[in-house]
């Protein structure tokens, strides 16, 4: 049973998703891909990125946010973009809890962000800051997830 679940929603870059395909297995959650995605699964970079330990990762591809939550029916969720109102520091994360993160280019489409409105969570940071590389926030939100439910030792 994963400790928690990481969905990455149409990443762009594959060291960034081969970077937390590594924080996964470092924490005990399992990745999820919704396609489209902007690299082959094969990519020398995925793997470069997540190095020897994308054979010990649990993961998944699926071909669309409805089949992925048919997938995850029943489990909590949690949003993550620049445009919540809420900090991470502010929920209170569960083991078994899911976390969504949008691609680099793009993030989360706005009508999953408006229709999760009141699960959506942002990471703090100043104005002058566009956005956050997608595997330091996966990161970060990841272990404060860990420190929360007291998950590794």
């Given at each position: 049973m994963p400790l928690f679940h990481v969905v990455l929603y149409q990443p762009d870059i594959?060291?960034?998703?081969?970077?937390?395909?590594?924080?996964?297995?470092?924490?005990?959650a399992k990745?999820?891909?919704?396609?489209?995605?902007?690299?082959?699964?094969?990519?020398?970079?995925?793997?470069?990125?997540?190095?020897?330990?994308?054979?010990?990762?649990d993961w998944q591809a699926v071909d669309s946010w409805s089949e992925l939550e048919q997938q995850l029916a029943g489990r909590r969720f949690w949003l993550l973009t620049k445009?919540?109102?809420?900090?991470?520091w502010d929920a209170p994360f569960e083991a078994g809890d899911v976390f969504f993160f949008g691609s680099e280019t793009r993030g989360l489409p706005?009508?999953?962000?408006?229709?999760?409105a009141h699960q959506c969570l942002k990471l703090p940071m100043h104005d002058e800051v566009r956005s956050l590389n997608?595997?330091?926030?996966?990161?970060?939100v990841l272990y404060e997830g860990v420190r929360q439910v007291g998950g590794l030792q």
């Open positions: 594959p060291q960034n998703t081969g970077n937390i395909g590594r924080s996964c297995v470092a924490v005990g990745l999820w891909l919704v396609r489209p995605l902007g690299f082959r699964l094969d990519d020398r970079y995925l793997k470069r990125a997540g190095m020897d330990y994308w054979d010990h990762l445009f919540a109102d809420r900090l991470v706005e009508s999953l962000r408006a229709a999760h997608l595997a330091s926030t996966v990161n970060t």
